[in-house]
């Protein structure tokens, strides 16, 4: 019988040789490694980029979300101000309400607020925010759509400051 589990006897004093064949070389491993980079740059080229509206509603989002979070953790009314191409997130400082960094939308994209375009200010007038964030996390309900061609891109706030997104 056969002891398998046993060290193997060699009657030489020297390890057994190994098969130069055995494995793989270094070159052989690079060629895979650049055969698998090329497919996979291949594949990701052809994926459709994300239409330009659904990007820019994306975006908006994020700035209705950060807004109403800062509008939380600083303890004072936060707003975004829309106006024409931009949109702005303003904080209520001292009685008036002052702009942060705005963000301008592409041309061949609108806004349109609660079906309406955006209102712009009189002459010598500061802009007020379409949306106005508590710092209790309260808001007004308000729709907001991005609209291009005959695309339309809907975020919705709800009273509690969540976005909910609607692509028509």
């Known amino acids: 019988m056969i002891d398998i589990f046993s060290p193997a006897k060699h009657s030489d004093a020297q390890a057994p040789l190994r098969d130069p064949e055995a494995g793989l070389s270094l ?13 996979t ?32 953790v600083t303890g004072q009314p936060m707003g975004l101000i829309i106006e024409g191409q ?11 309400w002052r702009p942060l960094q ?4 592409p ?12 209102m712009a200010p009189e002459e010598g ?3 007020l925010p379409a949306v106005i964030f508590d710092p209790l996390g309260h808001t007004a309900p308000v729709s ?6 005959n695309s339309r891109t809907s975020l919705t706030l ?7 997104t609607e692509v028509r």
């Not at 997130?89 to 009685?95: D, E, L, S, T, V």
């Not at 705005?102 to 939308?105: A, K, M, N, P, T």
Request: hydrophobic letters at 40%; aromatic letters at 4%; glycine letters at 6%.
């Open 86 to 96: 931009s949109y702005t997130p303003a904080i209520w400082q001292n009685g008036n």
């Open 107 to 118: 041309s061949g994209i609108r806004f349109e607020i609660d079906g309406k375009a955006p």
């Open 27 to 39: 070159v052989e491993i690079m060629v895979t490694l650049s055969i698998i980079g090329v497919a």
């Open 41 to 72: 740059t291949l594949i990701l080229l052809t994926i459709p980029a994300r239409p330009l509206h659904k990007q820019e509603a994306d975006r908006l989002q994020e700035a209705l979300e950060q807004t109403a979070g800062r509008s939380l």
């Open 102 to 105: 705005s963000y301008q939308l």
């Open 144 to 149: 907001i759509e991005l609209v291009r061609n």
């Open 158 to 164: 709800l009273a509690d400051g969540r976005v909910s």
């Open 125 to 127: 007038e500061t802009a």
